[in-house]
Every structure is written in C-alpha cells, then in structure tokens.
C-alpha cells in the first residue's frame, strides 16, 4: 500500500498536494522531502486554506497577494500564509490628507458636479448654448410687448421661420422656458451655496463624504421634480 506525503510551498505555507513517498532502498524507512509532512492536509473549510505552520497543519485565511496598511500609510504586502500581520494594520490604504485637502478637493467635486447638474436638467444644452438664452428671452419678452427693436424681431422670425412656427408662438414657448430655466439656476446655485457651507463646517473627512452623499441625493430629487414638472 503506498504511503502519501503531503507537500507544501516552501515560503507560503500553503498545501500543494500529496504525492507518493519513496522509501529508502537502506533500511525501508519513508523518505520525506522538504517541505512535505507524512501528516494528512485537512480539507479547505470556509474558505480557508490548510497551510503547514509551526510543525503542523493550520486552516488559516488565503489572503495572498493582498495587502494591509500601517497608519502611517506603509503598504504591506501579504505573501505568506503565517506572516505575522501587525495588529494595527487597516484593511485600507488610510487617508493621510489633511482636512482642508479634504474639503478642497470635495469643493472641485461639487463645481464639477453643478455644471453637470445643469447640464442634465438642459437636456445637455451646451454653455454657449446657455449663453444665448437670456438674449432670446429678451427678444421673446420685447415681441410679446410689442416693443421689439427689428434686430429682436429677425433673429426670432428666423428661427420660427426654419422650425414652421410664428414668431408670437416660438416668442411665448421661449419666454415660458427661460422662466424655468431661472428657477432651475436658482435651484442648481441653492443646492451648490447649501452644499459648501456644509462642507465648510464638516468637523471631519467621514462628514465630508456625507455632505457629498446628501448633496448627490438631493440632486437626483431635485432631476426627478424638475422633469415631472417638464414633461
């Protein structure tokens, strides 16, 4: 009947297998190799791994090629299965900002996040898009009056004349959306003013991360409540 032996890695620890031992032509003795045992590896249990550690078979956690951090920052890299991992490591690298890094880069976060904002509740209107707005509203509000200069009257007729509308029909529509288009900057400016002040007096980087999650909830409410209030 053969006789097993049951190898493992020479600098993980880890089980490799068994294989059949040879036996010394001498005196019949069973010959163990390095890194191999005659005692049997247990099954993988949990997701744990058999590792020969200390002279004997341990089922320990396979974390190899993860790593760990000091609190300093210092990555460790685990690549043994019986490494000694110091008991302050994090399972995260740690966050060695200071907290006016922190509120810095949430700032970008929330300017980046405003133009994005309002770009959404446009329908992804451009900002030289944007910036002609307030001129045809002018021009929209001057015709509705009566009072249009001929240059106010062109550009609106033009354009009614290219999509097949009245002047007076295209002047109203734009009239009625740059009108909602101010609450919409009143509410995109609110929300943006709401959030720095938050992050100004955020005593810490986890409240930082708060006030960016409330602040991202409140914009996807304020999306919703805006394309019910447009469709």
């Known amino acids: 009947m053969d006789t097993f032996v049951y190898n493992y890695h020479p600098v993980t620890k880890q089980y490799l297998g068994k294989s059949i031992a040879d036996i010394s032509p001498l005196d019949d003795e069973i010959l163990v190799p390095a890194n191999a045992t005659l005692e049997a590896a247990p099954s993988v249990v949990d997701n744990k791994v058999p590792a020969f550690i200390n002279d004997a078979w ?17 990555e460790i890299e685990i690549v043994s299965l019986d490494q000694d991992i110091p008991t302050d490591a994090l399972d995260e690298e740690p966050d060695l900002r200071t907290l006016d890094a922190v509120k810095a880069e949430a700032i ?5 996040k405003h133009a994005e904002f309002l770009r959404q509740l446009t329908g992804n209107a451009t900002i030289e898009e944007r910036d002609t707005w307030q001129a045809k509203a002018l021009a929209a509000e001057a015709v509705l009056a009566g009072s249009a200069s001929e240059i106010q009257t062109k550009m609106l007729a033009t354009e009614a004349g290219l999509i097949g509308e009245t002047t007076d ?13 101010q609450k ?24 930082v991360d708060q006030v960016l999650v409330e602040a991202d909830a ?8 805006w394309q019910s209030e447009t469709a």
Do not use: H
Not at 58 to 74: A, C, K, N, Y
Not at 184 to 207: C, F, H, M, V
């Open 184 to 207: 919409l900057i009143g509410l995109a400016s609110g929300l943006r003013r709401k959030t720095e002040n938050a992050l100004e007096a955020a005593p810490n980087a986890d409240a």
């Open 218 to 225: 409140q914009a996807k409410q304020f999306v919703q409540q």
């Open 108 to 112: 970008s976060t929330v300017n980046f």
């Open 58 to 74: 341990l089922l320990v956690e396979d974390r190899l090629g993860q790593s760990v951090w000091l609190p300093d920052g210092t």
């Open 169 to 181: 029909a295209l002047a109203q529509k734009i009239a009625t959306k740059y009108a909602a288009y």
